[in-house]
């Protein structure tokens, strides 16, 4: 049984990195722009297009769920992933990318409406915040990778294949592939559904809950600060510094860095200190990455708030997330896909920031992401007192 529980968390964390491909939109989308010759209000289009679809998919996958498994809903997940990497090595018109972002924005709602519930199976209870943030951490290799990766392939043409920075989709191809492979021969035992399963309104009503709604709005602010970093920090050093775009991925790489080293270690910070002590100095780092961004003028300046920026942001998704699963146990795949669906603060966010910078400047997106940080101090009151492993 020992072995059997050490095989599937290594297929669900698997699982977390492809996760991750959700996150190659920032620098995909810097790529499109360029290529396109779009606007930022137009090339943002992109990461709000994926983050759209969380709206639109999260609660039927809960539902989903209560009838198939979350095993079987993550491994549909993969299918529609893979998919959608598959697209973009075809081309990369302007409708090709619509749809392939679409297609990596439904995979994803899908993923994440169903891996975190399954997580909790896998583990049968205890420390879920903390391993929720260790799963975090395996999602944002696969973040600041995608970078490096599109700078390569940006780099050195793949003469026989012509995919340019779109190498990043087929490797990551590759690596759904075997994902879903080594998840579908993983045996998983899920604990069968008590009673008749929520309703579509039943699980809006969950909304009504307070601590559920607020965890909600926090997790639309957590996405909404992530996706915008990700897609605004390359374009705030191309502004004011001069770089070319090339250089400035490097931003989202640094983000992704630090919000990687910030999932290792809150796996740990979670257990030893009280996660409203952890969440304050979190969102307290975030404040001052604002400042940062919205002000500074020199390199280190800018890549001093990028990275605070990444740390201070890569705990906020499991702490909301756990917070609001914890609070009732009953309706975990109903609160998951509800949690889920805030990831929709990755469409409304990109979209106020592109506005806004073309509009003011970069500057003006930083301001729009600064709402957010403000909305999260108020939520840090909800969270619990005492250390997680309690």
């Known amino acids: 049984m020992a072995k059997t529980n050490k095989i599937a968390m290594i297929s669900v964390m698997l699982c977390f990195f492809c996760m991750g491909f959700v996150d190659l939109v920032g620098i995909a989308s810097n790529y499109v722009k360029e290529d396109l010759q779009l606007s930022d209000s137009v090339a ?58 679409s297609l990596l924005g439904i995979g994803n709602a899908l993923m994440q ?29 696969a973040s600041f990778l995608a970078p490096y990766l599109a700078m390569w392939g940006a780099t050195h043409v793949i003469p026989s294949m012509g995919l340019d920075w779109r190498v990043l989709f087929a490797i990551y191809f590759v690596v759904g592939i075997f994902s879903a492979l080594l998840l579908g021969v993983t045996p998983i035992q899920e604990e069968k559904i008590e009673g008749k399963p929520s309703t579509f309104v039943e699980c809006f009503k969950l909304l009504g809950t307070p601590i559920v709604l607020l965890s909600f709005l926090g997790i639309m602010c957590h996405v909404g600060i ?26 989202t790489s640094l983000y992704f860095i630090f919000r990687t080293i910030g999932c290792l270690t809150g796996s740990f910070f979670l257990r030893v200190l009280k996660m409203r002590t952890f969440f304050l100095i979190s969102v307290c780092m975030m404040a001052l990455a604002m400042c940062g961004l919205f002000f500074g003028t020199e390199k280190w300046m800018l890549y001093t708030a990028i990275a605070l920026v990444g740390y201070g942001n890569s705990n906020i998704f499991s702490m909301c997330f756990a917070t609001a699963l914890e609070s009732m146990p009953q309706k975990q795949n109903e609160v998951s896909g509800l949690m889920i669906m805030g990831l929709f603060g990755g469409t409304i966010f990109p979209l106020l920031m592109g506005f806004a910078s073309d509009a003011v400047g970069q500057a003006g997106a930083v301001a729009v992401m600064a709402i957010g940080v403000i909305y999260l101090f108020t939520y840090i009151k909800q969270l619990k007192t005492q250390p997680t492993n309690n």
């Open 226 to 251: 992530d996706v915008g970093t990700n897609t605004t920090a390359p374009k705030i050093l191309m502004e004011r510094l001069g770089m070319s775009l090339n250089e400035a991925a490097f931003a």
């Open 113 to 141: 409406t169903s891996l975190n519930p399954l997580v909790s199976t896998v583990m049968g209870g205890g420390n879920l915040a903390s391993t929720l943030t260790f799963g975090q951490f395996i999602k944002a290799i």
């Open 44 to 101: 943002n289009i992109f990461p709000s297009l994926v983050f759209f679809w969380f709206l639109i998919f999260s609660v039927p996958t809960g539902m989903l769920m209560n009838k198939i498994g979350r095993k079987k809903t993550v491994l549909l997940s993969l299918a529609v992933t893979v998919l959608s990497l598959l697209i973009p090595l075809f081309g990369n018109s302007f409708p090709v990318m619509l749809i392939a972002f």
